[in-house]
């Protein structure tokens, strides 16, 4: 397992393959991540024990989504949405699973083909 110190606390990549990565995430209360986004990867957080809070800067409108996440509860990031997190309670644990989808429609034509 890779650990990352933080200033927040540290993460641990526990996982790593083709379109899926998973991370552990130890932190104590009051500490806070950059403010960054994902190109591509969707990200979801799952608090195994403690609080955090999620920031999201959403993309279709200006508002900044403010979600308090508990021991059991998750929450998905869209690709390109700038977020962050504030960590609410000391020595909480959580998980950062990032992944990419496919998408089915992404062939474009130009033209139909021919016998």
Known sequence: MDKNGKIWGYTSKIFS?????????FGWEG?????HRHKAKLSM???ERGKIKILIQKN????????????????????NEYHSF???EDMTVAYEIYWTE?????????????I
């Open 102 to 114: 496919l998408d089915s429609n992404d062939i474009e034509r130009k033209n139909c083909g021919t």
């Open 86 to 88: 504030e960590i609410l």
């Open 17 to 25: 393959k083709n379109n899926v990565e998973v991370h552990r995430i």
């Open 60 to 79: 279709e409108y200006p508002l900044t989504d403010e979600t308090v996440l508990k021991t059991g509860q998750s929450i998905v990031i869209q690709p």
């Open 31 to 35: 500490g806070k991540s950059s403010l």
């Open 45 to 47: 957080f799952f608090i």
